[in-house]
């Protein structure tokens, strides 16, 4: 097992494909800051999914999976030659899944696009590479008219900006990924398309049945998703702000409030976010990024994300590794600027034990020069609830479980370390600090902030003590 020296608090999600994926690559870049791999289903199998997860878990066990489902997508089927939509022409678009796309009619694999999509829609292609507008339904068959044309050979995606289609929450594939994530013990299941509580739920007791631990991030790229995203987020981990999809639903100069708001949403709610899609697209192809590439990357970072994501740029890119430098670099830049500023916590009239002594913690860190917040947790509850306040300070978890320690690797400055499990507040301390000396270079007269209390199932911290490394160890060697 490899261990990560690259410190930084945002973390960085790296979507890996199973043609390239071998152990050397993947240690390569958890070394220089990757801390998530996501697999996309959309572009692979079972098997295939299995070996990405067996090589990441021979490099760390440190290192959290993202198993990304389809999700209710609506796509055309694949034409039979390449198909080219002229600007101006009309063509007709029917919903008979068995029938590949021609010339003369594109055909969509949902059954009841048709009926759903109402006169004067905007049919979006692609991401929006093609448009079209309905001019009028004929014969169970809507006629449009191509507004911005091209050239297509495969199953592109379709998107109808306001109208809501009818779609399951999962498809075939994303329950036989859910069952697949839950027997492989991966951290996360991401899922598309998500527009409401039902569409997690249906998630969640897919899982139930396996009493899994896998944690549900739902992926907001929808207008439902926006409009009920305070519901989302009382039922999942986290969620991703899904861009690409996110930017063709909704108009493009309305993504970037949209995302601010979204992350604020979700450090309200305590959860974790992920800003995702084209972070450094040009990166797939040239060796360096744009300099709006890069200040978009900073701007999550400013607005104290959690993590960000890369796509293409390691799935297939050419230049993988220094995709993740480049995103780590802009980490370490930003949050050295970021420590320097007065940063105020938000307060609230009500609080839980184990919440208010998170938020003391991290009052404490912030007003006595703390070096670190030491954690212990069974289920990474009281690490996460202190990470919610995107503090600078590094919150070093000893976690009494593997899965909890892949489930912090998503959650902003949490460095999490796994610990046999103790049976006293003295034991946990001094093995705590002992490792922070020999691992993570703290000095004998660094202060720490140790919140605790783990000792008793499900009790949650019951205490803050604020010292020196040195009289922490020295304390306790009575």
Known sequence: MYEQNTKKNTKIVA?????????????ELYLRGMNVVRINTAHQTVDDAKKVIDNVREVSEKIAVLIDTKGPEIRCTKPETPLTLKEGEHIFIGDNPEESS????????????????????T????DGAFSLRVLEKKDDVLVAQVVSGGTFKDRKTIAVPGVHY???PLTE???????????????FIAHSFVRNRADVMAVQELLDKHNSTVQIIAKIENQEGVDNIDEILEC????????GDLGVEIPGHKVPSIQKTLI???????????????MLHTMIENPRPTRAEITDVATAIYDRADAIMLSGETAYGSYPLDSVEMMTSIAHEVEAELATRKFRIPLKEAYLIPEYLALMSMHASLHLDAKAVVVDTTFGTTPRRISAFKGSTPIFSFCYNWQTVRQLALCRGIYAAYMEPVSSSEEFVRKAMKHLQRKETLADD????????????THGASFIEISTVKNLRRDLAK
């Open 236 to 243: 999942t981990f986290g969620i991703m702000v899904a861009r």
């Open 446 to 457: 660094d202060r720490v902030v140790v919140i605790a209390g783990n000792f008793e199932p």
């Open 15 to 27: 979507t890996i494909s199973d043609r390239k994926c071998d152990v050397d690559f993947l240690k």
């Open 123 to 126: 049919i979006l292609i692609d």
């Open 102 to 121: 021609t010339e003369k009619c594109i055909h969509i694999n949902y059954d009841g696009f048709v009926s759903q999509t109402p006169k004067g829609a």
């Open 173 to 187: 594939k994303d329950k036989e990924f859910i069952e697949f994530a839950a027997k492989q013990e991966v951290a």
């Open 166 to 168: 009818d779609l399951p």
């Open 264 to 278: 604020r949403k979700a450090r309200d709610h305590q959860r974790v976010v992920i800003v995702a899609t084209q």
